[in-house]
């Protein structure tokens, strides 16, 4: 039995690909490099020009993010281009999206105890 609210596959199982998104999401040049790529496709060197690290630390960065399903590799001849993969951004933000409203229908219920609590004749 799996408690309410817990991410699931398809198959009923908890996702660990929600975890990894989570866990790559966190750390901010990999949040950086993300957003470079909704620009467009870009190689390891090209990644790594405005970062003060060398090409292999921010390999690092892409293997977590590839891991994590948002980057993909291409290739087009010598070059191994990088491109953003949005699916696994929208199933966490559909995940936020639930958590979301289970708290706003929370604080729904809140403010209508609040109101009745605060009318006159009740206690």
Request: hydrophobic share 40%; glycine share 8%; aromatic share 4%.
């Amino acid at each position: 039995m799996q408690p309410t609210g817990y991410e699931t596959s398809s198959a009923g199982e908890p996702s660990a690909g929600l975890d990894a998104v989570f866990a790559a999401l966190a750390d901010p040049t990999r949040r950086a490099i993300l957003l470079r790529l909704v620009e467009g496709e870009a190689s390891v060197a090209e990644l790594a020009e405005p970062f003060a690290m060398s090409q292999p630390g921010v390999s690092k960065h892409l293997k977590v993010l590839e891991r994590a399903g948002l980057v993909s590799v291409g290739r087009d001849g010598q070059r191994r281009p990088r491109r953003l993969e949005t699916e696994p951004l929208v199933e966490a933000a559909d995940w936020l999206q639930r958590l979301r409203e289970t708290w706003e229908a929370d604080y729904q219920r809140l403010d209508e105890l609040l109101i009745r609590l605060q009318s006159p004749g009740k206690s």
